[in-house]
Every structure is written in structure tokens, then in C-alpha cells.
């Protein structure tokens, strides 16, 4: 039931340290970079679709971001995995809510992740604070919380009745960090740690697995941006109870418009 967490939880949050008039180009290779955008990726479970459109806050010290993502179609015929589960259907969709103060690099990040597959989904809000770089190194820290939900529960043993419930809370802390190799190439590395916290007794004992009230995920990313507005991207995760070739990867192209 893990699987959500290799793909939702690192959770992508983008914003901009600099009010920029909308024309302008943002630096893609900024975690907190806020963009209009689309992308398509090619992952070993099929086809991930993903668009990105700014907004404003009403504050002119804010800006803010909605990103809708459809992932793992067309899995039989694009996809590589070996894995049973590689069909042409949707495998999940997951909308994000990002909004800055770019007068302190604090950012705020709501993150909806529903696997159509499992019928099982989170949703969590978390608070991101951009420190001063290192260095080629920067680092961007989180912390937050949410609640798991889903349909028909009681066959996976979480909960006692049927329908949409939520069997409980979890909370989530970790890090995104950027390492700037030249302007054009970059790497980023983002541990999440998760732990339930309250609910039934199955969900907090055994939701990551079998004992396994916890889980650490990790995110693994090389950049090259091929132009100002365009770039490539490798993708690659895992957790503490899946190996790094077990994981998922893909291939992702971004464009800012």
C-alpha cells in the first residue's frame, strides 16, 4: 500500500524568491520556483501528464500555483515495468496547491494524491522554508500533516465498514535540497520521513507494511536544461522497503510558458 508514497510523497512543491512580471522566465532549476508549465513523463508504470497554471494570491507579496498531474496510463504499451499491475488505465492523479511570501522564502503546500488503482489516497498540507545556500547546496525543509482516505477499507483490514473512510492521520517531515553542478545542470536529492499517528489500530500499526507504523522515502533527480523554458529530467524513487532498481523512474520533460 506504499506504493502512493514513491510517487505522492515526495511531495514537488515550486515557488519564486523574486516577484517577476508573468512574461518573464523563472529558473527551473529553483525548487521554489513558480511557473505556468506542462510536462509529459515516461515511467516504467506508463505515461504521467502534468499541467501547472499561476494565480494570484491578492497579495503582492504572494504568489501561488495549482498543478494537476494524471499518471500511469498507457502502461502496457509505453511502460517497461514487469509488474503485473502495468495496465493501459489510469494508475492515479494528484493535485497540488503551492503559495509563497517572497519576502521570507515560506512557502505552503496543500498535496491531494489518490491512487485509482488501490482507491486509496492522502491528503496532507505542509509549511516550506527556503535557508541560505551553501554553496552550490540549498536546502528547503518541510514539515506537515494530513489523513489517509479511501473506498471499501475493510477488505484491507483498516477499518470495520465499508464505503469512503478515513482511517486515520499521519505526519510528514524531510527535506528538498538542489546541488548546482553548471548553470544548464543540476541535482536534487529529497528524503521524506512519514508516521501515522492516530486511528485504527491496524492503520497506525501496519499502513507502511506489515509493522510498519513508518516509512522513509527517497527522491533522486538529474536535470539538464536544455533551453530557458525547456528541460529534461531524471527521475528515480524509493524507500527503506524498496530497493533502488525496485523503485519507480522516469524520464520527464518540462516546458514553462
Not at 52 to 58: I, K, N, V
Not at 190 to 211: E, I, R
Amino acid at each position: 500500500m506504499n506504493k502512493i508514497y514513491l510517487s505522492a510523497l515526495p511531495f514537488a512543491l515550486a515557488a519564486s524568491f523574486a516577484i517577476a512580471e508573468e512574461q518573464d522566465v523563472q529558473d527551473m532549476s529553483n525548487p521554489l520556483s513558480i511557473y505556468t508549465q506542462a510536462g509529459i513523463g515516461f515511467t516504467d508504470q506508463g505515461v504521467n501528464l502534468k499541467v501547472g497554471a499561476t494565480y494570484s494570491t491578492g497579495v503582492d507579496t504572494q504568489m501561488g500555483m495549482n498543478i494537476f498531474e494524471v499518471k500511469g496510463f498507457a502502461g502496457e504499451a509505453v511502460g517497461w515495468s514487469g509488474s503485473s499491475s502495468r495496465t493501459d488505465a489510469v494508475d492515479s492523479i494528484r493535485l497540488r496547491n503551492f503559495e509563497v511570501d517572497l519576502t521570507n522564502g515560506r512557502g505552503g503546500q496543500f498535496d491531494l494524491d489518490y491512487s485509482v488503482a488501490e482507491e486509496v489516497g492522502t491528503a496532507s498540507y505542509a509549511m516550506i522554508q527556503a535557508l541560505p545556500a551553501l554553496g552550490p547546496v540549498s536546502f528547503f525543509p518541510l514539515a506537515g500533516a494530513g489523513f489517509v482516505f479511501g473506498n471499501n477499507l475493510d477488505q484491507k483490514g483498516l477499518v470495520e465498514s465499508n464505503g469512503y473512510t478515513i482511517p486515520g492521520t499521519l505526519a510528514v517531515v524531510g527535506t528538498y535540497s538542489k546541488i548546482t553542478i553548471t548553470d544548464k545542470i543540476w541535482l536534487n536529492y529529497n528524503p521524506m520521513y512519514l508516521q501515522t499517528l492516530s486511528g485504527t489500530d491496524v492503520y497506525k500499526n501496519h499502513f507502511f507494511g506489515l509493522n510498519n507504523d513508518s516509512i522513509l522515502t527517497h527522491e533522486f533527480t538529474a536535470s539538464y536544461q536544455i533551453s530557458p523554458r525547456f528541460n529534461a529530467r531524471y527521475f528515480a524513487n524509493w524507500s527503506e522497503y524498496t530497493d533502488f532498481t525496485d523503485g519507480a523512474h522516469r524520464i520527464e520533460f518540462n516546458y514553462q510558458f
